[in-house]
């Protein structure tokens, strides 16, 4: 069973940078689909950085060129950097994976809460 664990949220001010981990259990970032969604306050779930077992990655048109997703295989940790970010950026972020087999991400993080300020 994969277990996913976030952590790096807090508060910071606009223009500001977080780095957000994603601890990986029971299986490696190299074997799975891995990605990063949002959700803010009463607005529904959005896929913001997607990084498919090859190494592509894809990126929300409202990150792109602001936020950068990598792993670490050797220790199994997947990361969002976030660079200049905005108040809209304000949302509890989660990491998801699936394996190769699985139709949609089935392992989920409890999420780890990001909020900016102006």
């Known amino acids: 069973q994969v277990q996913l664990v976030e952590s790096g949220g807090g508060s910071v001010q606009a223009g500001g940078s977080l780095r957000l981990s994603c601890s990986v259990s029971?299986?490696?970032?190299?074997?799975?689909?891995m990605a990063w969604f949002r959700q803010a306050p009463g607005k529904e779930r959005e896929g913001v950085a997607f990084?498919?077992?090859?190494?592509?990655?894809n990126y929300a048109g409202s990150v792109k060129g602001r936020c950068t997703i990598s792993r670490d295989n050797a220790k199994n940790i997947l990361y969002l950097q976030m660079n200049s970010l905005k108040p809209e950026d304000t949302a509890m972020y989660y990491c998801?994976?699936?394996?190769?087999?699985?139709?949609?991400?089935?392992?989920w993080g409890q999420g780890t809460q990001v909020t900016v300020s102006s």
């Open positions: 029971g299986d490696t970032t190299g074997n799975l689909y």
């Open positions: 990084f498919a077992r090859d190494g592509s990655t």
């Open positions: 998801a994976a699936r394996t190769v087999r699985q139709i949609g991400y089935k392992y």
